[in-house]
């Protein structure tokens, strides 16, 4: 079992920025591919951000690349998002993610893939 906790949400402007943390404790960090997803009330939950275990690939859809940075901190078992020139479209419950990668340099974008997940982080982003 692998044990996620989100941080970091809250309330920003449009335009601004927020960092989220995700806290993984229950087995080895390192061989966990992370990703972080968002859901809007009534939407589907929606993927934003995937880092394989070795860190050396990340992927992002095209409503978070250039805003959006994922990393990882293998020794404190830690996967960040900085999210930047926020804007009020984003707002939603951020959820990280985890599963074991296949290779070094996998990651993942699908709902599906993923075997854990943490209890969400909320972010509002006001215009």
């Known amino acids: 079992q692998v044990q996620l906790v989100e941080s970091g949400g809250g309330l920003v402007q449009a335009g601004g920025s927020l960092r989220l943390s995700c806290a993984a404790s229950?087995?080895?960090?390192?061989?966990?591919?992370m990703g972080w997803f968002r859901q809007a009330p009534g939407n589907e939950r929606e993927f934003v951000a995937a880092?394989?275990?070795?860190?050396?690939?990340?992927y992002y859809p095209d409503s978070a690349k250039g805003r959006f940075t994922i990393s990882r901190d293998d020794a404190k078992n830690t996967v960040y998002l900085q999210m930047n020139s926020l804007k009020p479209e984003d707002t939603a419950v951020y959820y990280c993610?985890?599963?074991?990668?296949?290779?070094?340099?996998?990651?993942?974008?699908?709902?599906?893939?993923?075997?854990?997940w943490g209890q969400g982080t909320q972010v509002t982003v006001s215009s």
């Open positions: 993610a985890a599963r074991r990668g296949h290779l070094r340099t996998s990651f993942y974008y699908n709902v599906d893939e993923y075997d854990y």
């Open positions: 229950g087995r080895t960090f390192s061989d966990y591919a």
């Open positions: 880092i394989s275990r070795s860190a050396s690939s990340t």
